[in-house]
Each structure stands twice: as C-alpha cells, then as structure tokens.
C-alpha cells in the first residue's frame, strides 16, 4: 500500500519525470550490453535506483520499456535528420544545393553512430534487435525510416529539377542502402575507430556518387 501510494505522489512530478528517465537510461545501457533476454528488471531498477514496481508504473511491463528505449533514440535521431535537411531547405538553386542536401544527411545519418555517448550504444541496441526481434515490425518505418525519407525525397526534388517523385523515391532508397552499408562498417570499427578524416572522406565520397546517380535520374531535355 505504501509503495502504491508512493508511486502515485510520482505522477507529473519532477522526480517521477526523473525516475523515468533514470530507468530508461539503465535500461538503454544494459539492453545494449546484454539484450533483452538477459536483462530483467531487478537488473534495471537495482541499476537506476527505483523499485521493482517502478517499471510497471512507468511503462507497463518489461517490453513497454524496452520499447521506449528505442522510442526515445530513435525520436532523437529522426529530429537530428530531419532538422538537418530543413537547416539546407532554404540553399538558393545553384550547382552545389544538391551536394548541400546530401551532404547534411549524410552526416546526420553517419555521424550520430560514432557518438561515444549515445552513438555506440544505438549500434549495439539495434544489433541486438536484428539478432533477437522484440519491437513491433513497422515500428522503425513508421517512427524514423518514412519521415525522413519523405523529407529527403522532397528536398531532393527542389533542388534538383526535372527530378520526378518516383525517381527521387528509388534514389532516397539507394542513398539509404549506401548509408546503411557505411553504418555497419563504422559500427565495425569498435577497437580501431574511424578518424574524424576518415569519416568525412567517407561521407564525401557518399555524397559524390550519390549527386551524380540523382543527376543522372533527370530526363534530358530536348
């Protein structure tokens, strides 16, 4: 009963916002490391400092939290991509407003992987996942991969013109693939990390072959 009520004094307040965010960053860290199958509650409350009905209050169950642990990353890396693409919107229409574009989401899309405070642990909370699915299946779509893609695709079209929807569209699909296969080599790259040269020598060269495949989507007029 004492504990129920204590729970309850926690709704809206500053310490239950701080409880929540204590438990989710004990649950990100130790997903990461672990995954989920591995990883219980008494490990995660005894880690943030809460008790055992902490979960449940905050989340529902186990899942709910493993959920929102991604929920919580994967919200702030589509902001970070999406607020880079909108931050090159307005590049006036010029023979390097493409390169901006691809060059912001590149980066956007790279760079976050090799933050040693949220960026390794995203690798590793992903890889897990791919290994031993937990999250809803459109989950990642539906909350990251279909909102920037729209933003790309538009954003791809206004400074390329002639560009079709349908052709930006294949092409947003092949910058991604190219993205992704880069993410997995630098997420590779744990004991011997990548360079902050090496890493803008990749992304330039991601953005050269990317701005030429774009280019070459566009009818030729005449």
């Given at each position: 009963m004492n504990e129920g009520v204590h729970q309850r004094r926690d709704v809206g307040s500053e310490s239950g916002a701080q409880t929540r965010e204590r438990l989710l960053d004990a649950a990100e860290t130790m997903f990461a490391s672990r995954g989920f199958a591995a990883t219980s509650v008494r490990h995660v409350t005894?880690?943030?400092?809460c008790n055992l009905a902490a979960v449940n209050y905050h989340f529902g169950s186990k899942l709910g939290l493993y959920q929102e642990v991604f929920r919580r990353r994967m919200d702030a890396v589509r902001e970070q991509r999406l607020a880079s693409l909108r931050r090159v919107a307005a590049v006036e229409q010029g023979p390097g407003a493409l390169e901006a574009v691809l060059h912001a989401f590149a980066a956007s899309f790279i760079e976050p992987l090799v933050d040693q405070s949220h960026g390794r642990t995203l690798t590793e909370l992903i890889g897990r996942e791919m290994l031993d699915p937990h999250l809803p299946p459109q989950m990642f779509r539906a909350e990251i991969a279909g909102p920037v893609q729209q933003s790309l695709s538009q954003a791809l079209r206004?400074?390329?013109?002639?560009?079709?929807?349908?052709?930006?569209?294949?092409?947003?699909?092949?910058?991604v693939g190219q993205l992704v296969q880069a993410a997995q080599r630098v997420s590779r790259q744990q004991a011997t990390p990548f360079s902050p040269p090496a890493l803008s020598a990749l992304v330039d060269h991601i953005v050269r072959f990317s701005a030429g495949g774009v280019r070459a989507c566009v009818p030729a007029s005449g």
């Open positions: 005894r880690e943030a400092g206004t400074v390329t013109p002639g560009l079709s929807e349908e052709a930006a569209r294949q092409c947003v699909q092949s910058i």
